[in-house]
Each structure stands twice: as structure tokens, then as C-alpha cells.
């Protein structure tokens, strides 16, 4: 069975602070390892990570994927009460396309 | 851009009840999937679809009926409603496979089952 672990499961910064989340994943025929944002309902996609040791940035938010040590972390790097919300890695694989096995999230707190 | 769509956005239901929560996607995609999302739990996949006449079944599919006879709907059936069913329901789509897996998310829809 396929499995995605987060870690931290829920985080408490101030603005300016960098925060490493972390993902660590067990997925048969991996493919892609998969971010998300979700703040009030709908997931939004941030990274999705095929190749390991490259780096995919974004702003403030940046990634990377480890497939030797079956991990990858989100950076987020000057923190802005806007960044508090779920974040969720999913990892991509087996013989289907478009089905996801998710983590539980970590939530993310900034304070002003 | 509709995107996808997913009704209703709230509902409550009584023990034993049935009910259908609608997903229509206008992007062409053909892999479209339910999940539910509960408390501490991520998301967890209900039922998946890679095309028109093809479901399968995901992580936690009992209770739960698919169906897709076409390209842009994707209903969720619940047979007979339990309280363990209360959860956040999301549909979602993505294009055809590799590289891209992106999932494109309904706004969700909200179920208490009483």
C-alpha cells in the first residue's frame, strides 16, 4: 500500500521566519511527488517534482525531491500571515495517471 | 473557465439516506476522481476514473457507487448514508498522463450525515 507521511503535522511562526516541510514517501512505480496549498476549501497545485536534486522555485517557495532517500521538502523562505494554511505533498505512481495518494498535511501558522 | 464544478456545496443527511454529489469538469480532462478529506487525514481517494465507461475503485470505496458515462460528469453516489460518511467531498480532474499529474480541485462539498 502506498504511503505519504508528513512532518511536521502543524507549525507555529512569526512573519520573516523560514519554514522546511518535509515529505517522505513509499509509492510503488513512483512517477511525481506533488504540492499543494489549501487555505479555506479547494487544494491549489504549487510544485509538482519528477526529477531528483532539482530544484523548482517559485517567489518565496521553493522544493526539492530526493529519490534515493524517497523524500522532499517546501521551503518557504520570509514568511507572510498569507502562507498560513494546509499544505499537502501527494505522491504520483503505480499504473494509473491522475490518482494521488496524499499525506496528512502540515498546518501552517504565521503570526504577525 | 468553469473548471470544475462540484454541487452542492453543503448538505446534511439523515441515517440511511441516499444522495448524489455532482462533478462536471469543462476542460476536456479524462482522469477524474473523488476524494474525502477528514480531520488529521489528508485526502483519501474514493473512486477514480481514467475515461468515459471506465471507474475503479481507490483507498476507501465501500458505501460509495461511481459512474461516468461521460467525458465531463462524474457523479458520487452514497447509497445509504452512515455518520462515518460526514466528511469534505472533493472532485478533481487532470489532463492526459505524463508529465503532467496536476490535479485540479472542485470547490468541495460539505456533508453531515445526522
Known amino acids: 500500500e502506498d504511503k505519504v507521511v508528513q512532518s511536521p503535522l502543524s507549525l507555529v511562526v512569526h512573519e520573516g521566519d523560514t519554514v522546511t516541510l518535509n515529505c517522505s514517501y513509499e509509492?510503488?512505480?513512483?512517477?511525481?511527488l506533488l504540492w499543494y496549498k489549501q487555505e479555506k476549501k479547494a487544494p491549489t497545485f504549487l510544485f509538482m517534482l519528477t526529477s531528483s536534486g532539482i530544484e523548482k522555485k517559485s517567489g518565496r517557495l521553493s522544493s526539492i525531491l530526493d529519490k534515493k532517500e524517497l523524500f522532499s521538502i517546501l521551503n518557504i523562505t520570509a514568511t507572510q500571515t498569507g502562507d498560513s494554511a494546509v499544505y499537502l505533498c501527494?505522491?504520483?505512481?503505480?499504473?494509473?495517471?491522475?490518482?494521488?495518494?496524499f499525506g496528512q498535511g502540515t498546518i501552517l501558522t504565521v503570526h504577525p | 473557465n468553469a473548471g470544475v464544478t462540484q454541487t452542492p456545496k453543503f448538505q446534511v443527511l439523515k441515517t440511511g439516506q441516499s444522495m448524489t454529489l455532482q462533478c462536471a469538469q469543462d476542460m476536456n480532462h479524462e482522469y477524474m476522481s473523488w476524494y474525502r478529506q477528514d480531520p488529521g487525514m489528508g485526502l483519501r481517494l474514493i473512486h477514480y476514473s481514467v475515461g468515459a465507461g471506465i471507474t475503479d475503485q481507490g483507498e476507501v470505496p465501500n458505501g460509495y457507487n461511481v459512474s461516468r458515462s461521460t467525458t465531463e460528469d462524474f457523479p458520487l453516489r452514497l447509497l445509504s448514508a452512515a455518520p462515518s460518511q460526514t466528511s469534505v467531498y472533493f472532485c478533481?480532474?487532470?489532463?492526459?498522463?505524463?508529465?503532467?499529474?496536476?490535479?485540479?480541485f472542485g470547490s468541495g462539498t460539505q456533508l453531515s450525515v445526522l
Open positions: 478533481a480532474s487532470s489532463y492526459r498522463p505524463s508529465p503532467n499529474e496536476k490535479l485540479f
Open positions: 501527494a505522491g504520483a505512481g503505480g499504473t494509473s495517471y491522475g490518482k494521488l495518494t
Open positions: 509509492v510503488t512505480n513512483f512517477r511525481s
